[in-house]
């Protein structure tokens, strides 16, 4: 046989593993849209669970928010590392370790026995979930074909995040109904399953030359933890304002944080590049997507509370109770969607976030014997109503005109402003409510103690008194909390009104340069 023979033709040269078309694009859709389900609806499905969890491993009122926080701060600070890591090393090889990552932690998290051990598996859950994340979205262009298999994908994927946050209230209630720890041992079989499948199914990228910014990673993430850490233990009986390690926590949080900045500008391959917030436009969008998102947290977790332990509904009746959230988010999402081409965008968002901030008061106004069909129904569907509104224009304004090499950090920009607004507001309101709470608490206790003493109630009245006097400190603290995040909201309002003043012509232009983006 010649030698020539022997040389395999052009016609049957192997093709590159980056290059040869998947096999299986529907398996491949089920695998990418799983995984993105299981991240996103992680962010709501513990709410349900926090009643539960409390109960079974001692947490305070204080720290009973870095179940929600721990997860919210490792996503949204970790996630512009993530897709770093997917550009340079593989987005299919992260995006295994990242869902391994996760299924572990939560396999931890389930078998969690303590406050450590549940915070510790949230943290981890949190970078899975940031080293994941970007990289199925990335991975639907190198794995499906341009046209039709493409758009199929990225509307599956759009859907898989915006279903996400109801599907996870539901399965949390209906899991939490049997035992809490299966809100985390149900992710373990989902993301071995993706693991499994993600290699014969999905495209390797082409691995892109750079280097990794370990020192912004630390440094922001670090002075993040440090405000948020500094917060909650303002909110710790034996913490407080004026303690030490408050004022440390919070001064040094606000240092490492000068310190990335500065970092930043001047490193070329800097994971948040410091023009993206530089401008103008993009900037003021994703500080109001930093307020709306704090208030956000804080609503599904007080009111999480609220449902379960006053009003005593049990963990799938509060996560049907959210139902109309979803709802009416869709609708306002929708009609801003049809706006947005027409009017300028401060005319939709603003009356937006002014109408979610009408909202959040409503639930300033709870009482123990308030009704849901009366008192919450009303102001959940119109804080979901003035939020869809808000968030489809700030999108389009905070990743219109970006340069196609900050596209991805713009897109991962938003999403870390959504998550570190939920994260630091919901420290800082939990410290509201936890002092609202105490005092209430104090002034309630001081006459059942005494009448008591005295012999005019008897042991059972007072434990009843005591239980009820609970109920009522934990609804005024929940109402201080609700009013702060309304202002918090309101601010974002005025900041659209008088800071967005792009013109939707501008805007569409910006978009047409930059084209669209997910993320």
Partial sequence: MSVISDVPTPDVLPEPETRRRPRGLGIALAVIGGA?????????IVNIALPHIQTDLGFSNASLSWVVNAYALALGSLLLLGGRLGDLLGRRRMFIIGVLLFAGASLVGGLAVNEAMLIASRIAQGAGAAIASPAALALITTTFPAGKERNRAMGVYAAMSGVGAAVGLILGGALTEYDWRWTFFINVPIGLLVATLAP???IESERSEGSFDFIGAITGTAGLVGIVYGLTHAADPAGGWDSPVTL?????????????VLYERRNPHALLPIRIVADRTRGLSLFVMLLVGAGMFAMFYFLG?????????????????????????VAGAGIASTLASRIDPRWISGPGA?????????FSQLTVDSTYA??????????????????????????????????GASSAALNTA???????????????????????????????QGQAQSGAITADQAHAAMAQAQLVAQTDGSTRGFLVGAAMILVGSLVIFFGLNVKHEELASREAVSGPHLG
Avoid: N
């Fill in 36 to 44: 993105q389900l299981m991240i996103v609806l992680d962010g709501t």
């Fill in 354 to 362: 002014l109408i979610a901030s009408i909202g959040m008061f409503g």
């Fill in 248 to 260: 440390t926590s919070l001064a040094l949080g606000v240092v490492l944080l000068v310190t990335f």
């Fill in 418 to 448: 959504q998550q570190i607004g939920g994260a630091i507001g919901l420290a800082a309101l939990t410290t509201v409510f936890t002092h609202g709470f105490a005092d209430r608490m104090t002034a309630l206790a001081g006459p059942i």
């Fill in 200 to 202: 014969r199914v999905l």
């Fill in 305 to 329: 509370l609220y449902i379960q332990q006053v009003l005593g509904y049990g963990p799938l009746q509060a996560g049907f109770a959210f139902l109309p959230f979803s709802a009416a988010m």
């Fill in 374 to 407: 009366a008192h919450l129904l009303p102001w959940i569907v119109v804080l979901a109503f003035g939020l869809g509104l808000t968030f489809v224009p700030l999108t389009l304004t905070a990743v219109a005109g970006v340069r196609a090499e900050d596209s």
